[in-house]
Nanobody
Framework: QVQLVESGGGLAQPGGSLRLSCAAS????????AGWFRQAPGKEREGVSC????????YYADSVKGRFTISRDNAKHMVYLQMNSLKPEDTAVYYC????????????????????WGQGTQVTVSS
């Protein structure tokens, strides 16, 4: 089981930027893929982005494509989500997720494919 801890959430103005970080630790700190999900009040959890540990392949939801960038540092067991050009509709709790078996491909993310989750970090975009 991988333990995940997110940081970097907060308040940003529309058009602003935030960088989320996710630290992985535990018996299996190496994962097949890591991803970011978000959940706004009253809405289902939505897959935002993922990245493969082996080859760095990435996926982005259409809603964030061109604005968000996922990256990883395998040596430090860290995953990042750089969020630019933020919009009020990006407001949500953002969760880091990982799974040792899952390979990040070009398909929409399913929360059921990820076995390890962080506690979440709030991102609020408002003027």
């Amino acid at each position: 089981q991988v333990q995940l801890v997110e940081s970097g959430g907060g308040l940003a103005q529309p058009g602003g930027s935030l960088r989320l970080s996710c630290a992985a630790s535990g018996e299996t700190a190496d994962y097949g893929s890591a991803g970011w999900f978000r959940q706004a009040p009253g809405k289902e959890r939505e897959g935002v982005s993922c990245i493969s540990s082996s080859d760095g392949h990435t996926y982005y939801a259409d809603s964030v494509k061109g604005r968000f960038t996922i990256s990883r540092d395998n040596a430090k067991h860290m995953v990042y989500l750089q969020m630019n050009s933020l919009k009020p509709e990006d407001t949500a709790v953002y969760y880091c997720a990982a799974d040792v078996m899952y390979y990040c491909s070009d398909y929409e993310l399913d929360p059921g494919d990820f076995g390890s989750w962080g506690q979440g970090t709030q991102v609020t975009v408002s003027s």
